[in-house]
């Protein structure tokens, strides 16, 4: 009887989320590009926003593996990337039962260096919206070695053929739907204000 009221609990928030569901914007970028540094200083004049770093959800061994230039496979990814989706799901939830009229955006820090686990996200939320923070290869890279403590090291140095194709996952996949481009080059004040308004623009009314 508790299991089927839990239900029904759950399935009466899900409508009434349905109809008002909080507006998501993706930050993404290659890795070292300073998504959390741009995302952390809006989220810092947004109280009405909440802010997901997807890289809470990596687990311990995928951070080992990343340490050890070891990149996981793309099973490995898509079951991340699912297991992301469910954690800002239930985030969400929690959010709006807990304050329904407070949170008017979500903002989403992640690198989705793969076009699978890009897929995998635009599948559960079809209406987030994409904002790429372009930073170069070789400016993202310098920006990785100046930083400690950091799981992601980058791709390790090879020289054998044989490991072109495992290579290529490190890299960061182009980009083949539409979205909102911030300029890498551009300083940390002039980004934020940028993405400051992109989030007023899509803030929930009501």
């Known amino acids: 009887m508790i299991f089927l009221l839990l239900i ?10 349905g109809s008002s569901q909080i507006p998501i914007i993706c930050l993404f970028a290659r890795p070292g590009a300073g998504k959390t540094t741009t995302a952390n200083k809006v989220l810092n004049e947004l109280s009405d926003c909440i802010g997901v770093d997807l890289d809470i959800c ?5 951070r080992e593996n990343f340490e050890k230039g070891v990149y996981p496979s793309s099973v490995q990814r898509v079951k991340f990337m699912e297991s992301a989706c469910d954690y800002l799901e239930s985030l969400l939830l929690v959010k709006q039962i807990e304050n329904p009229n407070r949170y008017k955006s979500c903002l989403v820090s ?8 890009r897929k995998v996200f635009r599948n559960r939320f079809p209406s987030a919206k994409w904002v790429l923070l372009d930073t170069t290869k070789e400016i993202a890279a310098s920006r990785i070695e100046k930083r400690n403590g950091h799981f992601y090291k980058g791709a390790p140095v090879v020289e054998s053929d044989s ?23 551009d300083s940390l004040e002039s980004n934020s204000a940028k993405l400051f308004e992109i989030l007023k623009s899509v803030t929930k009314v009501g």
Do not use: Y
Request: aromatic share 16%; glycine share 2%.
């Open 8 to 17: 029904l609990a759950f399935a009466i928030f899900n409508q009434v989320l």
């Open 110 to 117: 992640f690198s989705f260096v793969n076009d699978d686990l």
């Open 58 to 62: 990596i687990s311990a061994e995928l």
């Open 163 to 185: 490991v072109e194709n495992k290579q290529s996952e490190w890299e960061f996949a182009p980009i083949d739907f539409e979205h909102i481009k911030l300029d890498g080059r």
